[in-house]
């Protein structure tokens, strides 16, 4: 399954789009300030939805709610970009590399990884995702989603990122022979 965010800047207005192989997503934000801002997002086929929301004013600490479950995003440790998403049953581990590259692992399987990519023209930055295709979707694009927000969203820049990807000191290194599981 691939997943891709796009932003790209046309003067002063912006647009966001984002899409898997076969469908694309909604996104609707409420909330000036990344702290108390309130992001929905839609998956345009099924309708099902994801409601993601800051919990904590100075560090990435998330909550992620669907029909079905209440997610938390947190920083295991900040300084080497590794973050867990749980419900408590099941827990993702998100390790950032060098690259801008991310690896999304599943109780210490991998399930994907997606690569940031910032273009110079129209000041674009694309966000491109290759998962299982066992993956629940909904739930891949919103860490997509909060990564690119957290770390290399407009309004504002996160030193440590930078402090760390410089530095790396990384938990896990990118393994460049993963592929995805495909259905068959």
């Known amino acids: 399954m691939n997943l891709r965010i796009e932003n790209k800047w046309y003067g002063q207005n912006g647009r966001l789009k ?3 192989n076969n469908k694309s997503f909604g996104l609707k934000q409420k909330g000036w300030f ?15 939805s994801v409601l993601i929301k800051r919990t904590n ?6 909550a992620l709610k669907t029909s ?3 997610w938390k995003l947190f920083p295991k440790n900040l300084w080497k970009l590794h973050f867990k998403l749980t419900n408590g049953k099941t827990t993702y581990s998100i390790f950032g590399h060098k690259g801008h590259r991310v690896s999304v692992f599943e109780n210490n399987e991998q399930k994907g990884f997606f690569q ?3 273009t110079t023209v129209l000041n674009s930055v694309f966000v491109n995702g290759h998962f299982d ?3 629940f979707d909904l739930l891949m694009i919103s860490i997509m989603f909060i990564w690119w927000e957290e770390f290399y969203a407009s309004d504002h820049v996160n030193p440590t990122f930078s402090i760390s990807i410089e ?3 990384n938990f896990k290194e990118f393994d460049f022979t993963w592929q995805p599981k495909l259905n068959s």
């Open 57 to 62: 004013f100075f560090f990435a600490y998330f």
């Open 34 to 48: 990344t702290f108390n801002r309130k992001t929905i997002i839609i998956d345009s086929q099924s309708n099902e």
């Open 133 to 135: 295709d066992d993956s």
């Open 18 to 20: 984002l899409r898997s």
């Open 116 to 118: 940031v990519k910032n």
């Open 68 to 70: 079905k479950e209440d």
């Open 167 to 169: 530095i790396n000191r």
